[in-house]
């Protein structure tokens, strides 16, 4: 599986689009991109994943870029309960393991 | 409501004595698997299993069994704990289909003294 890079924190007001880069430059065409959080010691929550299209759920956007190198997840409305870890994870289709970097610590500011 | 259930959510036990922490599931998922997460280590999968009565070692398998009797449940089993196995578990399933997201309980902390 493609290794991925992430920013160790971020931060955003409450109310504004939080926006959380991943770079995955090795990826390749059978892979996909998902994203999940961690809220405090709380088990890992699926958000989004996508291919090569952008998708958007009821939680969030996810931006692939045309070249798939990278990708950006989108938090329209960030509020304070957003405030979590998140983990961009890069997996084959062929595969059920997910493996975990050490992901992007968001907190989101009143 | 769709959930992964894992009991106990916490427990404080000694080296050498056997517990078991319990894992369910009531989407009828095929695929079930176990992470500890350690600081500064992430997540890192001890065991999973594609479905009834199969199981197969993950990254760090030392230390632990696991059984697979029934769909719904998929126990963590620590023979003779020690020390080094003080972490969070999480116990995940997903249905058939390796795109289809996972779904994480919410975590047992052990503590081995």
């Known amino acids: 599986d493609a290794k991925t890079t992430q920013p160790p924190s971020m931060d955003c007001a409450e109310g504004r689009a939080a926006n959380l880069p991943c770079n995955h430059s090795?990826?390749?065409?059978?892979?996909?991109v998902y994203w999940y959080r961690q809220i405090h010691s709380q088990g890992p929550q699926y958000i989004i994943h996508?291919?090569?299209n952008n998708e958007t759920n009821e939680m969030a956007s996810l931006i692939i870029t045309e070249d798939r190198k990278s990708s950006t997840l989108i938090l329209p409305h960030a509020t304070l309960r957003d405030t979590a870890v998140y983990y961009c994870i890069v997996k084959m289709d062929s595969s059920y393991k997910l493996i975990f970097g050490s992901g992007t610590r968001l907190l989101v500011r009143p | 409501e769709a959930q992964v259930t894992q009991n106990p959510r916490y427990l404080i036990t000694v080296t050498g004595k056997k517990l078991t922490v319990t894992c369910s599931q009531n989407m009828n998922h095929e695929y079930m698997s176990w992470y500890r997460q350690d600081p500064g280590l992430g997540l890192r999968q001890i065991y999973y299993s594609m479905n009834v009565e199969v199981t197969d070692k993950g990254d760090v398998p030392e230390g632990y069994k696991v059984s697979r009797k029934e769909k719904r449940n998929f126990p963590l089993i620590l023979e003779s704990p020690s020390p080094n196995q003080t972490s969070l578990y999480f116990c995940?399933?997903?249905?058939?289909?390796?795109?289809?997201?996972?779904?994480f309980g919410d975590g047992t902390r052990l503590s081995i003294l």
């Open positions: 996508g291919l090569k």
């Open positions: 090795t990826i390749s065409g059978n892979e996909y």
């Open positions: 995940a399933s997903s249905p058939t289909g390796k795109v289809q997201p996972q779904h």
